[in-house]
């Protein structure tokens, strides 16, 4: 199993810009997550999603957008990018019994 | 989500040294997770605690959660290299949600 994987790596927005981060997991997990980490910081939640067509606000969701539309795939996208939304972004999955599993992230900067 | 306070924010030792992070909440939680987080890397689940008072080894970690449920612990052990990063606690609420303490980033001198 692949676990849950992320693309692109790393990418660079100009102010203004959109871009869609994707995230997939194989494990068949219902439960799939969004986070934000700043640099020293602790992880916030973006936007979460019980099941495939099921999605919420986490903590701190404006500027974002999700989709949900099959179990496996749960994108992000950015509409008019700010410097403020660089940082470095977390997919994570679970099974419901609230151990998530992540992602190796996406570093994003905005300029 | 359930807020926790994690202490010490930063944390330098000798390698050999022991170390130990606190996450303290106002509210009883139902369970708790630790993860570690190395340096430009991605969390990783270390372990769940449940049971009032349970302890919970892996090696030379040391896992506790106290008898009320509003702490929690993790102790190293003549610590290494390798347990360099950041450690969270992230209490969980009955539901299928986590709130991510702030983490402490422990810094190991060889």
């Known amino acids: 199993n692949a676990g849950v994987t992320q693309t692109p790596k790393f990418r660079i927005l100009k102010i203004g810009q959109s871009m869609t981060l994707q995230c997939a997991q194989d494990m068949n997990h219902n439960y799939m997550y969004w986070y934000r980490q700043d640099p020293g910081m602790g992880l916030k939640l973006i936007y979460y999603s019980v099941g495939a067509g099921i999605t919420d606000k986490g903590e701190v969701p404006n500027g974002y957008n999700v989709s949900r539309s099959t179990t496996e795939d749960f994108p992000l996208r950015l509409e008019l990018a700010a410097p403020s939304q660089t940082s470095v972004y977390f997919c994570a999955s679970g099974g419901g019994g609230e151990t998530q599993y992540f992602g190796p992230g996406t570093r994003l900067l905005v300029l | 989500g359930q807020q926790v306070m994690q202490i010490p924010q930063y944390q330098h030792v000798q390698e050999g040294e022991d170390f130990t992070t606190y996450c303290n909440s106002s509210?009883?939680?139902?369970?708790i997770q630790w993860y570690k987080q190395r340096p430009g890397g991605h969390p990783v689940f270390l372990i769940q605690?449940?049971?009032?008072?349970e302890v919970k080894k892996q090696k030379r970690l040391t896992f506790q959660f106290g008898e009320a449920k509003k702490n929690s612990s993790l102790h190293i052990t003549a610590t290494q290299t390798t347990d360099v990063g950041t450690y969270f606690c992230?209490?969980?609420?009955?539901?299928?949600?986590?709130?991510f303490g702030k983490g402490t980033k422990l810094s190991v001198i060889p």
């Open positions: 509210t009883t939680l139902s369970n």
């Open positions: 992230a209490p969980g609420a009955g539901s299928y949600q986590l709130t």
């Open positions: 605690l449940v049971k009032s008072g």
